[in-house]
């Protein structure tokens, strides 16, 4: 189908963009030398060609739009519409050969997310946006945030949060990726998404497909995140709470900064 702006979105031709980069992830998957930006921050040659050939591909269909990626930096910031690239988000797991990676694409609009596509090629996992509607694995998911928790109830948060914030939530799953989490939150597995400190191509497609469910970024102060104000290249400084209102409004008040960082020694 083909979403209609003031630019025409041909979202399976983006389907087929991300289907090849797929590819290219699956065949280095299992087989990776990665090399450390910094801590547990690996990048690997499938991130590098992932990001080449989505940029490659942008550029030529869209030639007047800017272009943010993580690991080859941004061009044409200024303009009305901008992508971002995440190549492999999750590197982490990818490179521990783990299945919970995605490669994640988003369509800014005057910085805010309008368009978001999350693929996880391990489980041949598809969900992004059409229009207003949001399509997970070739079925609509309309409506389907979760706006209460039960007993059994999950959230979903980075793997470090212990180290930064206290959760007083019994159930918290980590899957390395916070585009992942944003994903089945946004499909109504989990309850919420909580993280901390990302930059815009970790969340923007995440933000592009809560926003038709009915969903919403909230910082730990209660104040909604307004994309159109942020710097496009730096990280979010803060924690950012995702989910359906009824639900970030109940979930904030259990997070609660610690004074000092925790952190376990190395052996």
């Not at 200024?78 to 490669?103: A, K, M």
């Not at 998911?141 to 706006?147: C, Y």
């Not at 914030?165 to 994903?183: E, K, P, V, W």
């Not at 950012?240 to 952190?263: K, Y």
């Amino acid at each position: 189908m083909t979403l209609m702006l003031d630019i025409k979105l041909d979202t399976a031709m983006i389907r087929d963009w991300v289907a090849e980069a797929g590819a290219i992830a699956m065949r280095y998957f299992g087989n990776v030398n990665p090399e450390w930006k910094g801590v547990a921050d690996p990048v690997t040659v499938a991130d590098r060609e992932i990001e080449q050939l989505l940029h490659a591909r942008i550029r030529a269909t869209f030639p007047d739009h800017g272009i943010l990626g993580e690991e080859y930096g941004s061009e044409m910031l200024d303009r009305e519409y901008v992508w971002t690239i995440d190549p492999i988000d999750g590197t982490r797991v990818y490179v521990e050969g783990l299945p919970s990676w995605n490669i994640t694409i988003a369509l800014l609009h005057q910085s805010v997310p309008l368009f978001g596509l999350v693929h996880m090629p391990m489980y041949n996992d598809w969900l992004y946006t059409d229009g207003d509607d949001v399509i997970c694995n070739g079925y609509s998911v309309v409506n389907q945030l979760a706006q209460a928790w039960a007993a059994d109830s999950y959230i979903f948060a980075r793997s470090d949060i212990n180290e930064w914030y206290d959760i007083r939530f019994t159930r918290i799953m980590a899957l390395g990726s916070t585009a992942s989490h944003l994903s089945y939150t946004a499909r109504g597995a989990s309850v919420a998404t909580v993280t901390h400190d990302p930059y815009i191509w970790d969340i923007a497609a995440g933000a592009a497909i809560l926003s038709k469910q009915g969903g919403e970024f909230r910082f730990l102060n209660g104040e909604l995140v307004d994309f159109s104000k942020m710097d496009l290249t730096r990280p979010i400084r803060d924690l950012i709470v995702a989910g359906h209102p009824a639900v970030t409004e109940r979930l904030i008040p259990l997070i609660r900064p610690r004074r000092a960082p925790i952190t376990h020694p190395a052996w």
